[in-house]
Structure formats: C-alpha cells, structure tokens
C-alpha cells in the first residue's frame, strides 16, 4: 500500500498478524524533522530508535566468543585429530564423525523453533544453554582421553544445542531491529564471526610458540580441542542476558513510518513495493507458489544448497594442507588467519554492494568468482605441488573462501524482511538445515573422497555452488525489497 502525504511517500507492506513494515521517502531534505534521516545508526541506536541494546549487546558477545571457540577447536584442529586418531589413511571418517553436529542439530532445530514462536524465545535459549555446558564437558573429556566415541557423542550434543539456540538467537536480533536496519545488523553480526575466527588463529599461534610444537601431532590437536572448550563454557553465560522483552515492539517499528526516521528509497524500490500492493488480488509472475513465500523460500532453498555445496569440501582443507602439501600447524594457523580477515573484508563490500546494487545480485556475482578460484586451486594443484605453486594454490583458496561464505549477512537480511515476525524462528531454522547440510554433507564428502578423491570433490563442490545461484535469480525476478543508504 502507498500513501502520499505532505511529509512525502510512504511505503508500506505488511503479513497477517504482524506489525506495519514501512518506510517513507520524504519530498523535502530541509524539513526539520528530515534532519534526523541523517543521524548515523550509532546515534540511532543510543536513542533507543533502534531497539533496546542489551539483546544486541548480549547476541553480539555470544557471537565472538562462540567463533572463537569453533575456530579453534573446530576449524582445523578437529578434522586433523580424528584424521590422525584413525591411525591409517581413511579420509572419509573424518567427514563422518564430523557430521554428526549437522545431523542432531536437524533433529533439534525445527522442534525448538516452533517452541520460541509460540512461546519465548529466551526460555529455549536458556534450556539450550544447559546442553551446551554438557556437550563442552564431554569434548573436554574426549581430548584429554583422546577417545572417538566420546567425541562422537560431545559432537552430536553440539548439534543438539546448536539446533535449539542459534534460530532463535537469529530471531531475537531480527526482532531487536527495525525492518530497515537489518542488513547492518547481521552483517556486523558476520563481521564478529569473522573477527572470532580471526582471534582463534592468532591464540593457537600464541599456543604453538610457548609450547614449540612445529608438527602436527594428536597431542597438539587435543590442547587446541581442549581451549576452545574452556571459552565456549564463559561463551554459555552471554545467553542468560537475552530476553523478548527487550525487543522492539509495535510502536517502535510504527515510529518508522514517520519522517522522524525516514528512509530514503529509489525509484526502483518503490516500484517494486508498488507491485507488492496488489500481492493478493493480481496474478504475479510466479504462479506456482503465494507470491508472499517465493523470496524467501528461493533464498533459503540457495542457502541449502549452498551449505550442502560447501559442507562437502570445508572439512578436507585442513587435511588436505596437511597430509597433501606438507604444511604445518603454524602455516594452516596463518592461512585462517589471513582467510577470516578477509571474510571481514569482504563482508563489508558485501554490505556496501548489496546496497548499491542488491543484496541477492552482489550474492551471485560473489559465489561465481569463488568458484572459478577453485577451479584455479584444482588445475594449479593437478600440475604438481610444487612450492611456487602452493603460494598460489593458498591465494586461490583465501579469494574462494572470502567470496563464498561473505555472503551470509546479505541473504538472510533478505529473508527477514520477506517473513513476519511470528514465523522468523521457524524461517532461521533453515539455518539448522543449512548447518546440517553443511556438516552432515561432509559425509557425502568422505564417500566422494574415497571414491573419486579429494581434488574431485573440490571440483565437484565448486559446481554445485554455481548452481545456487539459480533461486536467488528467481528471487531477483519475483521482486526483492532492497535497502537504499542515506545520504548525509
């Protein structure tokens, strides 16, 4: 629906049973009141015109710490002490144990979400919470007893926490912000994830020089292993501060729909929001589906695929820098080091593309050129590996793995801003499926490896993230709100 008055042009669309989504386009930069379109969304924020900081502050804490945490113990230390537990070369172990997080996590994710939307989302978080602390202290105890079966299972109790805390830490943010701020948002959010994995690396390197260990050993991995568990534990007590009654609530997102916090839109984007008025009376251009769902469902169906795609290579980087070119624990730690501050990099072109032009379009022109650079990685490593060819076998790995997973802010800011408010939980429990797709997908992974071989499912994975690009085009074609940067 569109509305025209003196203050300018308001937008407005809305979803049964949720609150008002609008913005306006003001006709006159001098007004008074246009002045606060200027304000940053720092300044925003200290106004409480953003929503209340302290589930934004608590999901943020919650997000560094836990990052750090995984890239410690999750990243690379993992695959390499179940490789290098097995004992013999069997590659495709590692993807199996290594998906049993992906798998629970299914189990527990969908469950848990139709649990926060129907009730509060704060009392599954702080449940969850509990299974946390018993899936860190059964992985503490399998490194230090260097024991699989109990890793095994520590794994699969991460899965089950991770299902029913993360969709719903997702929906608390999308429900902390405005409508128009969610990009940001999450991709501050990504941004944190990448600072974590960042910080991982450098306390592993920190590690490896105060004890001098230069080779990989099961004794490395397990001390590695055990430190990311000690800061999960402190990560835990971040979840007991978040609360649904420090979101924003329906006069706060009603105050956006006033010049006061205006947000200026293109021509473009209110033509797209125009055709949205008719979205139940006229016939749009997909005709097999409510044109309300086609968004979002062709953005996390991409999202599935993609975290399939990916999930099936991800777990063999760390073996393969390791037992194919020779690489030790200081090198892998500095190759993930430089790859996250990249991903931070990237994350914020990202955001600054996507405003500019599209969010799912800057998402598509990112995953062609990280999968062209795997191919690049395929062909120079196929010439032999030697040294002047792992420099570049490395620097085609850092542009596939920056442009590939920087995307992530961008694709589900989208999907928030195409689903309402009561059914977010249930949309971000696509993340569990994603995360399952990528975990459990490492088995896929292990069957290919011991099959066709690792380059092959380097190959292999890199086509298969092409074709996700195929839905956000849809996506695209059927009208995707997009987010238009203020000009101060």
């Keep these: 629906m569109i509305q025209e008055s003196e203050a300018g042009v308001t937008i407005i669309t809305s979803f049964e049973e949720d609150v008002p989504y609008s913005r306006t386009f003001s006709n006159d930069d001098d007004d008074e009141d ?6 940053s969304f720092s300044e925003r924020s200290e106004r409480g015109e953003l929503g209340t900081s302290r589930n934004i502050t608590a999901i943020m804490i919650y997000t560094y710490l836990s990052f750090v945490a995984r890239s410690l113990w999750n990243s690379n230390a993992l695959p390499i002490f179940v490789f290098l537990l097995c004992k013999v070369d069997d590659k495709k172990t590692v993807g ?52 699989l079966t109990l890793l095994a299972i520590g794994l699969a109790c991460w899965g089950l926490f991770q299902g029913m805390v993360n969709p719903s830490v997702w929906a608390l943010l999308a429900d902390s912000v405005n409508s128009g701020d969610r990009s940001l948002y999450f991709s501050k959010r990504l941004q944190l994830q990448f600072y974590g994995r960042t910080t991982g690396p450098i306390l592993s390197l920190i590690m490896l020089y105060n004890l001098g260990i ?57 033509g797209l929001l125009e055709d949205e008025e008719n979205i139940d009376t006229t016939p749009k251009k997909c005709v097999w589906c409510n044109a309300k769902r086609i968004v979002p469902i062709c953005v996390a169906i991409a999202d599935l695929f993609g975290g399939i795609s990916t999930g099936m290579a991800v777990r063999y980087f760390p073996v393969f820098f390791m037992d194919d070119l020779n690489l030790s624990p200081y090198q892998i730690q500095w190759i993930y080091l430089i790859s996250n501050l990249l991903l931070s990099w990237t994350s914020r072109l990202g955001q600054y593309s996507g405003i500019r032009i599209g969010r799912l379009e800057t998402s598509i022109i990112m995953k062609i050129v990280g999968s062209f650079s795997m191919f690049g990685m395929v062909a120079c490593y196929q010439d032999g590996p030697e040294q002047p060819q792992i420099l570049l076998l490395v620097a085609l790995y850092l542009i596939r793995t920056a442009a590939v997973m920087g995307t992530g802010a961008l694709t589900r800011s989208v999907l928030m801003d195409h689903v309402p408010k009561n059914e977010r ?44 690009t195929i839905p956000y085009g849809i996506a695209i074609y059927n009208g995707v709100i997009r987010e238009v940067k203020v000009q101060k």
């Design 34 to 39: 246009d002045l606060n379109i200027k304000l």
């Design 96 to 147: 199996f144990i290594t998906s049993l997080t992906g798998m629970t996590q299914l189990l527990s994710s969908y469950p848990a979400s139709w649990v926060a939307d129907r009730y509060r989302r704060d009392r599954v978080v702080k449940f969850g919470s509990t299974m946390g602390f018993v899936s860190a202290t059964l992985t503490l105890i399998a490194a230090q007893r260097e024991n």
């Design 425 to 468: 939980s249930r949309w971000n429990s696509v993340e569990a499926v994603t995360n399952f797709s990528w975990a459990g997908s490492a088995a896929l992974g292990g069957l290919l490896v011991d099959a066709r071989g690792l380059l092959y499912v380097f190959s292999f994975s890199s086509w298969c993230v092409l074709f996700t």
């Design 214 to 270: 230069e080779d990989w050993t099961i004794e490395t991995c397990a001390a590695m292993i055990k430190l990311g568990q000690y800061i999960s534990i402190i990560e835990l007590f971040s979840l007991f501060f978040m609360s649904d009654d420090f979101c924003v609530n329906e006069s706060q997102q009603e105050q956006v729909s006033t010049p006061k916090n205006s947000i200026h839109l293109d021509s473009k984007t209110v």
